[in-house]
């Protein structure tokens, strides 16, 4: 019973231009990336929210028992574990490209860092216009708030908006399952 326990509910940290919002987000029918990813509702309700300014981030300034997100103005989700961010269709221990390209990422408030994994070389054309995922999967990666550096997020995985990226820079870092 432990472990259907620990599989149905994913503690994640969800952030948007101004707020960071933790909950937990209910995966016993779809997972984190299939919801987010989903065109049938534009919100995404999390249970036991704790609301907090990104510039004060330990401050907590409300508590819900249950939340709506409009996933548009969501600008990235940070999860603790990689594997909790992949879409149901990508099976475990083989999502991870043979590429990884080191990624900097500028979303509103935010500079992301981290590793975009593909099976090929990139292509921002298919990065951003193929498939009709909203959030791009980034690994090992880390948040920092532009204005205050010192303010930072890591996760090994961060679910970035597509459409709030404003810019994108990418070098491939090493090739692996030669």
């Known amino acids: 019973m432990r472990d259907r326990l620990q599989t149905s509910w994913l503690a994640a940290e ?47 300034v409300g508590d819900h028992a249950s939340a709506f997100l409009w996933k548009d103005k969501i600008l990235a989700v940070l999860v603790s574990n990689y594997e909790d961010a992949l879409a149901s269709q990508r099976s475990y221990g083989s999502y991870l490209g043979s590429f990884a390209w080191k990624v900097f990422i500028t979303l509103p408030a935010f500079e992301v860092q981290g590793y975009l994994q593909l099976s090929s070389k990139l292509d921002l054309r298919v990065v951003f216009t193929t498939g009709t995922d909203r ?44």
């Open 135 to 178: 959030f791009m999967l980034v690994t090992n990666g880390q948040m920092q708030l532009a204005a205050r550096p010192d303010i930072a997020f890591n996760g090994a995985a961060i679910l970035t908006n597509k459409q709030q990226i404003e810019a994108f820079w990418a070098e491939e870092e090493r090739t692996s399952h030669g």
């Open 14 to 60: 969800f952030f948007t231009h101004s707020h960071r919002i933790s909950g937990r987000l209910d995966v016993r029918q779809h997972k984190l990336a299939d919801q987010l990813n989903s065109q049938s509702t534009q919100f995404l309700q999390i249970e036991d929210a704790y609301i907090s300014s990104v510039e004060q981030p330990t401050d907590i």
